[in-house]
């Protein structure tokens, strides 16, 4: 089946990049200049990089002097991490691993059986060391859609004096977010999961924060990360930034499809939706098919023009057991059957009811493949 005909239904990966980032991201292509420049040429690149500033500051409710540019969320995650100086970092068990391996020891928070982190646990953990510590919990899961109680973990963080990380790589234009709301110091985002292009991101600060930069060697970013900036990724962001605000209601009502999929392929088979008892994203569902191995089924859709992956799309290609799954209790034989099925802003009806058809016709083959086996 040909590119133009497929269904693409894994945009927590990576979504589509909106006309207007193509824009902005082509106007940016067009300048000749270094940001770092004082001539004409060099302003011209600075201001398409400061105005996306300012529009990824509002993406995060923040100030465009808390926004520190990076190449993605994976390096603003260790730069939050890393760059505090804090000698004890403390995580849910479920962060993205580019937080959970961002420095040796991490701290691992437990989770219930709907991946939400457990406050009590986190309290007790805190209390029992006095050595100032940095507390990351992301604000959306990216494999099962889970919205983390943010706001209810940074208060329990400040009652023993530790930063607070967020993040919000995944949640970032799905969800209202605001950094002061949720009461964090930092909060990590992505372009590429919002409508921009791959390798661009940001760190954002609610308040100035000391920070050791992880990439040296140049004062740019305010000495916070060395290196010349990716002007058309950075305008993309920002183009993406905008986009993604005024779209957060037409978001919120993937809902209606996510449930709607869940509904038809329960009437198919006993899945299980992991994170279902939990709030979540509008646009996420993790699910199992009974007895066929994730790796099958995404081949098996792959086939059938369908795309959608088993959890974070990180790991080299690979398709590993989930540690987000096994942080809930998930028996590694059902975990080894879940696929996560993410819908985009640009995803259809048509391509709701394709999955639907698609799915159904490999579950119902693996049937009767068995039947005929028994």
């Not at 507390?135 to 899961?141: F, K, Y």
Request: glycine share 12%.
């Amino acid at each position: 089946m040909g590119m133009e005909h497929a269904v693409y239904l894994d945009h927590n990966a990576t979504t589509a990049v909106r006309a207007a980032a193509q824009q902005a991201i082509a106007r940016a292509l067009e300048l000749t200049g270094n940001a770092s420049s004082v001539h004409r040429f060099g302003r011209a690149v600075r201001r398409l990089v400061e105005d996306a500033r300012d529009d990824v500051a509002v993406l995060a409710g923040a100030e465009p002097a808390g926004v520190v540019f990076t190449s993605g969320g994976s390096e603003a995650n260790n730069l939050a991490l890393c760059g505090t100086g804090r000698p004890r970092i403390v995580a849910s068990a479920i962060e993205h691993a580019s937080v959970l391996k961002a420095t040796p020891a991490i701290e691992k928070i437990p989770v219930d059986g709907d991946g939400m982190v457990d406050l009590d646990a986190l309290d007790a953990m805190l209390a029992d060391d006095d050595r100032p510590a940095l507390l990351s919990v992301m604000l959306a899961n990216n494999e099962t859609g889970v919205l983390q109680p943010v706001a209810e973990a940074a208060a329990v963080a400040r009652r023993h004096g530790a930063l607070v990380h967020c993040d919000a790589v995944q949640a970032a234009g799905k969800v209202a977010l605001d950094i002061k709301a949720l009461g964090v110091d930092m909060v990590s985002l992505s372009a590429h999961k919002i409508g921009g292009a791959m390798g661009s991101g940001a760190l954002v600060f609610g308040n100035d924060l000391p920070l050791a930069a992880v990439v040296r060697g140049g004062g740019q970013e305010r000495g916070r990360r060395a290196g010349t900036e990716n002007v058309p990724g950075i305008a993309g962001f920002g183009a993406a930034a905008r986009e993604a605000i005024g779209g957060l209601g037409d978001f919120a009502r993937l809902a209606r499809w996510r449930d709607r999929i869940e509904a038809r392929l329960g009437e198919r088979a006993d899945i299980r939706v992991f994170g279902a008892g939990a709030p979540r994203l509008a646009n996420t569902s993790c699910l199992t098919m009974p007895g066929v191995t994730a790796e099958h089924q995404i081949i098996a859709l792959d086939l059938a023009g369908v795309g959608v992956s088993a959890g974070s799309a990180c790991s080299s290609g690979k398709i590993e057991p989930s540690h987000v799954l096994a942080a809930m209790g998930v028996a590694p034989e059902v975990a080894a059957t879940a696929i996560r099925v993410s819908l985009g802003w640009n995803t259809t009806e048509d391509d709701v009811g394709r999955f639907v058809a698609a799915w159904t016709d490999v579950h119902d083959r693996a049937r009767a493949k068995d039947a005929a086996a028994a």
